[in-house]
């Protein structure tokens, strides 16, 4: 009797142990899993915040790239009739040496410096500058080509959005924006006969904006 009093002890403690056991297993195993299950879903939530964070700076990059793309610039008022003529068949080499046009320019430029730089420039400009290979605000450069295919070679390989555009003098062109050192820069575009010429202001802001934009809205071709 005794010694089955004592194996039903046994038994018991023995059963108690095995409980015991069992109870901190599932404790130290759910502990854990639950730690690693924090753990992964933490990594799941950073996860998920950076690609937010990503989509939502796209999506700003993308808005504030086609607001741009489809703004054109307000010309301020001007009147040209006293301005002198440039006309490109004086230079005697450059980008224009395929086909004519005329630009008007105010009486504060000059028509280039006859020497490296064939397109006007504000005097202002040319006096102070320190490089005689800087060419004034106006940039213009040509090739044989579509306008499509001519703005996407000088935006790095880029397609560029082009809306059609008149100038204040009634020359019709192409308008858009290139992509120069981080900044998107207002590129016109006139073509003829299969011959692109491009011009482009300077970044906003640049003391000679507001000129070399009336500027460039008198540009014609010469027939």
Known sequence: MDNQNTISANTGVSIGK???VAVLVA???GGGAYFLASKIAKKDNDNLRNQISQLQSQSDNAQSTSSSSSTVPTVPTFDASSWQTFSSKNTASGPYEEFSFMLKI????VSGDKSSCMYPMPKKFLDDRTDVRECGPLSAQSDNATV??????LN??????LQPVTLTNGTKGQFGYLKVKGENIAAYFFEKDGHVIEFSLPAVGDEYYNETLQVINTFEFIK
């Open 18 to 20: 095995l409980i015991l």
């Open 27 to 29: 404790i130290v195993f």
């Open 106 to 109: 105010p009486p504060t430029w």
């Open 148 to 153: 499509a295919d001519f703005a996407k070679s």
């Open 156 to 161: 790095n390989g880029t397609a560029v959005s």
